[in-house]
């Protein structure tokens, strides 16, 4: 559907439309501008203090200090590079920005203006020389330090072009576009026969995008035959969604931040490709991977409130990726319907502009349709109705019962790659007024902490030994049980550390879930059960926590020296059972997590660095400790206003195989066999 088309038929696009162009009006009254050097590594915008991006103004025509949202003012290398970056993609955006206004019946003006910035890169591409300041591992672009930042960067600029031809405009000065276009089909030719011929990669994420620009290209340049080679060729658009994407339909990294960046680019070459009627919404991979497929997966990744989690390396959250967010899913929307789409935008709107509405480019040029009123809460029902799902070739286990109160999500997988995280046997947990135990996300890869914390198994709600990471491996999806009574599942993991054999048991119910992790090592050492949260608060017996025996919990070196200890739970007479409430970042209904405590063992609520968007805003860690040559921690979560009860004479012994728990109204018994795994009665 036409923009156009759109503003007749949508009430929300004509609304759009006027915030573009008061956006648009402080550029309008001059000759567009573009940097005249390179753009550098968008990774090193970082503040090395506080570890937050910094700050960028879009309307900024040039820039020498940087400053990051604590204040601290930033001079010179890799900031201005990074910097220029960040400019150079708004100048492209801008210009999209203006074809759709041109497109939405504004005027010649916005045409013009749009037009200008494409000559005026036209005119400074040639002048950038092949990045001589690129890192060693990358692939040279000439407008960045990376061809992949460039193939991204051109698909905006050529989106836009393309858009002002379809609408009409002739361009004054077409044969120094040729030129330009002729130079980046070159580039992305080249950097694609690197990386997927010479390097031997043709799997990774960068093919994606570099398929995208070309597909750009030869959609402006109207070649059919290198489109159609570019579809069906080796390491082409057909065969990289078998080798790039898993049979689950999740990107094969395991992030969800690179699945939504490939199917990003899968969906600007289908774009392009349709132009030639060829039909790449459809297409399909060797083991059944299609683009539906994914958007599927992103629908069930996210949680109540549309929110996806940041599966091993991707941020947390930012605005430009928000902004990939609505368009990748406005489009997949777009073509095949799916409520579960909905909330994941309403989410991605309500971050950026602080409504749940649509709103800004994304919708007005690859939103159709109307959600909002009347769609509203049969799209939410549905969404609601989810239930478990395992992505068995990624390793991923989403546990959800329709209508519950609490879901989960559990990572056994492949490490990741230069991706991965050390968090096997990882559990992320959702209430429904959003995250209450979060995937931290990852930093701009130029922060220290991207290794030292964010990576580490410690930034994750799994279990640690003697203070160190985990070892980057794969883990083991032992059972995964979907009945009537609830969702079961066995993990193990037998790499994390030498001599070492961890497991964990998971096992939810509409209203509640137990958390069983059990440690077996061939020696003595310590080891340490994790959950992050937002906010942890103690729930029963406040007198029970005291100051920490000791700030330091190990030599200061490793990742703790990133966690202050700021209370230290004391069993008293009789007491074995530990709780604490859970908050979500966004407020709303939380949850009441009941651990049972051994003789012995510390539990310790500590401040830890925050999520990836902004570290400097600490959250909670609760940290339980245990030391031996075996541990069992066992953990319930429920409604906050009803912690879980546990008895049985074995309840609070280590290594315990059996205890009771109790909520008013219900009892079970759980037993945890180790041939047989943990089975649940109602008593």
Not at 592 to 597: E, G, N, T, Y
Request: charged content about 25%.
């Amino acid at each position: 559907m036409r923009i156009g088309e759109k503003l007749q038929q949508y009430r929300w696009a004509e609304e759009i439309a006027g915030q573009l162009e008061r956006e648009l009006a402080p550029l309008l009254g001059a000759e567009p501008v573009i940097p005249a050097e390179p753009g550098g590594w968008w990774h090193q915008y970082v503040c090395p203090e506080h570890h937050t991006e910094l700050l960028f103004d879009p309307l900024e025509e040039d820039a020498t200090e940087f400053l990051c949202p604590y204040g601290c003012a930033l001079h010179g290398e890799p900031y201005r590079g990074a910097w220029l970056v960040m400019k150079h993609q708004s100048c492209a955006r801008f210009a999209l920005e203006a074809a759709a206004l041109y497109a939405a019946g504004r005027g010649r003006r916005y045409a013009d203006w749009s037009a200008g910035v494409l000559l005026r890169y036209a005119e400074q591409f040639p002048k950038y020389p092949v990045h001589p300041e690129a890192e060693g591992w990358m692939l040279k672009g000439r407008a960045f330090h990376q061809a992949l930042t460039e193939a991204i960067w051109a698909t905006t600029l050529l989106r836009a072009g393309l858009l002002l031809t379809d609408e009409g405009y002739e361009f004054a000065e077409a044969e120094k576009l040729d030129l330009f276009f002729a130079m980046l089909e070159e580039s992305m030719t080249q950097a694609r026969k690197l990386l997927a011929e010479e390097q031997g990669k043709p799997e990774s994420n960068y093919t994606a995008w570099l398929n995208a620009a070309l597909a750009c290209v030869y959609a402006r340049n109207r070649d059919e035959t290198k489109m159609r080679e570019l579809v069906d060729g080796f390491a082409g658009l057909k065969h990289h969604l078998t080798i790039g994407v898993n049979p689950d339909q999740m990107e094969y990294e395991g992030t969800t931040y690179y699945h939504v960046f490939v199917l990003r680019a899968y969906f600007i070459a289908a774009e392009m490709a349709e132009r030639f009627g060829i039909d790449l919404y459809a297409a399909r991979g060797e083991q059944g991977q299609s683009f539906e497929g994914m958007l599927d997966v992103l629908a069930d990744l996210a949680n109540e409130r549309g929110e996806l989690p940041a599966l091993h390396d991707g941020p947390y959250r930012r605005v430009p990726y928000s902004r990939e967010i609505a368009e990748t899913v406005e489009i997949g929307y777009a073509r095949y319907g799916k409520a579960g789409c909905v909330p994941i935008l309403r989410e991605a709107y309500r971050y950026m502009y602080g409504s749940p509405q649509r709103a800004g480019l994304e919708a007005l040029l690859y939103g159709q349709g109307s959600w909002e009123p009347d769609a509203r809460s049969e799209d939410e029902a549905q969404a609601k109705q989810r239930g478990s799902r395992l992505l068995e070739t990624s390793g991923f286990v989403i546990g959800r019962r329709p209508g519950g109160r609490l879901s989960f999500y559990a990572d056994y997988g492949p490490h990741g790659g230069s991706h991965g995280h050390d968090d096997k046997l990882h559990l992320t947990i959702a209430g429904r007024d959003g995250w209450l135990a979060p995937e931290l996300g990852m930093v701009p890869y130029g922060s220290g902490l991207r290794k030292d914390w964010y990576a580490c198994a410690q930034s994750h709600n799994t279990v640690a030994v003697n203070n160190r990471s985990q070892a980057a491996h794969t883990g083991e999806l032992v059972r995964y049980e979907d009945g009537e009574s609830g969702t079961y599942v066995w993990l193990r993991s037998t790499e994390a550390y030498p001599g070492c054999r961890l497991e964990r048991h998971l096992w939810l119910t509409d209203r509640w879930l137990l958390d069983w992790f059990v440690a077996e090592l061939d020696s003595e050492a310590t080891i340490d059960w994790w959950m992050h949260s937002p906010r942890l608060e103690p729930a029963y017996r406040r007198e029970l926590w005291q100051p920490p025996a000791n700030r330091l919990l190990d030599d200061g070196e490793g990742p703790y020296r990133f966690v202050r200890p700021l209370a230290e739970w004391t069993a008293g007479s009789g007491e074995s059972v530990c709780s604490v409430e859970m908050s979500a970042a966004a407020g709303g209904e939380g949850a009441a997590l009941s651990m049972l405590a051994p003789p012995g063992s510390r539990i310790m609520l500590a401040e830890t660095p925050g999520p990836a968007d902004n570290p400097a805003r600490s959250m909670n860690g609760l940290l339980h400790r245990q030391h031996g040559t075996s541990a069992s921690f066992v953990t319930a979560y429920s409604d906050s206003s009803r912690p879980a009860a546990f008895a049985g004479p074995e309840a609070a012994a280590a290594g315990t195989r059996a205890v009771e728990l109790s909520w008013p109204g219900e009892r079970w018994r759980a037993r945890l066999d180790p041939a047989e795994g943990l089975r649940l009665e109602r008593i």
